[in-house]
């Protein structure tokens, strides 16, 4: 059985599948064009899937009609119809919880890094503008005791939220899709509707799956509707957030500061306004980057893929029914 990797992965991942006797492709240059991709697509019978620069959506399944897997190397599957997928009965997996420590760190960075106007300081110091003591200048806030809510308490939010209560007794408020029993007991965290989420959070972070559904549901109206001293952190997906809306509600003062690992569009233009400004760290979609964390996801990847060439259910799915289809 092929697969197809179309960027480098650690090696821990290739080997296992290569000790599991698959051919692995793996492209020459890695910055392939559309068409590029599509041709390695269709000579290969099972894909894992780095990055998201191109949909896996009805007119690639067509041009692809090979395709008996799909491995992705992340948790988000956004860039994957599903429901297409399922109808050709083709499994998706992708690799959940290895990097939800690593991903919630950098949401603990941001969170840190903008009330600290930690990135605008940092510059003044590489062009030497380290002025005298200013009592008044640039000054940032504190967050003990504050209020923490997340969009999305899963296994991520959960981690930032337990980073949250544990460094600074914040209270921990959430909107979630169902309760999160756990984080309520362990953290005393409160469930709420999404308009106390946003009038009562003095740090918001977006953790939740991506759906069309929430395409930029954080705007301008959201974010006006926030504390004047409010945060908004995303390191889910920058399709949360119209970027414009948030650049005008910080320039408005209607919330205070915003840290982004992710943006909208992806990656940002070096000449958006809203990296002029003092309140605003934006980090170059680095959640998962850490060694321990790659090194997790390539290996679940591959045990995706090894597992499908074995006849065996993927381990971690994201289309289960597919199984139940063949079963059926």
């Known amino acids: 059985m092929k697969v197809f990797v179309n960027k480098r992965i650690p090696e821990i991942g290739i080997e296992m599948l290569k000790k599991a006797g698959l051919q692995v492709i793996l492209p020459e240059n890695e910055n392939l064009s559309y068409e590029e991709w599509i041709e390695y697509c269709k000579n290969t019978d099972t894909i894992l899937s780095v990055g998201g ?14 395709i008996k897997a799909i491995a992705l190397y ?3 599957f956004d860039h994957v119809d599903i429901i297409e997928a399922i109808h050709r009965n083709i499994p998706v997996g992708n690799t959940p919880d290895v990097l939800s420590r690593a991903t919630s760190d950098v949401a603990f960075l941001l969170m840190q890094s903008v009330a600290r106007r930690a990135s605008y300081n940092f510059q003044k110091v590489k062009e030497g503008n380290w002025n005298d003591f200013d009592p008044l200048h ?8 504050k209020t923490m809510g997340i969009f999305g308490l899963g296994r991520i939010g959960f981690e930032m939220a337990e ?7 914040m209270n921990i408020i959430y909107h979630n899709r169902n309760h999160n029993e756990e984080a309520e007991k362990e953290l005393g965290a409160k469930y709420v509707s999404f308009d106390e989420l946003i009038e009562n959070a003095d740090v918001l972070s977006v953790h939740a799956n991506f759906t069309p559904e929430h395409k930029e549901l954080f705007n301008y109206s959201v974010f006006e509707k926030m504390k004047p001293d409010a945060i908004f952190i995303n390191t889910a997906r920058g399709g949360f957030h119209n970027q414009k809306d948030l650049y005008r509600a910080l320039l408005d003062k209607k919330i205070w500061g915003a840290g982004l690992d992710v943006t909208n569009p992806e990656p940002i233009s070096p000449d958006d306004p809203i990296l002029e400004l003092s309140s605003v760290c934006v980090l170059p979609h680095i959640g998962s980057a850490t060694i321990e964390a790659r090194n997790g996801m390539a290996k679940l990847a591959a045990g995706n ?10 381990p971690h799915c994201t289309n289960p029914e597919v199984y139940s289809r063949h079963s059926s």
Do not use: R, T, W
Request: with cysteine; aromatic share 16%.
């Open 53 to 66: 620069d191109f949909k896996y959506d009805k007119n690639f399944f067509d041009a692809c009609p090979n």
């Open 74 to 76: 992340s948790v988000g």
């Open 138 to 145: 640039a000054l940032g806030q504190e967050i003990y005791g």
């Open 305 to 314: 893929i090894i597992a499908f060439s074995k006849g065996e259910k993927m």
């Open 163 to 169: 980073k949250a209560k544990k460094a600074f007794d």
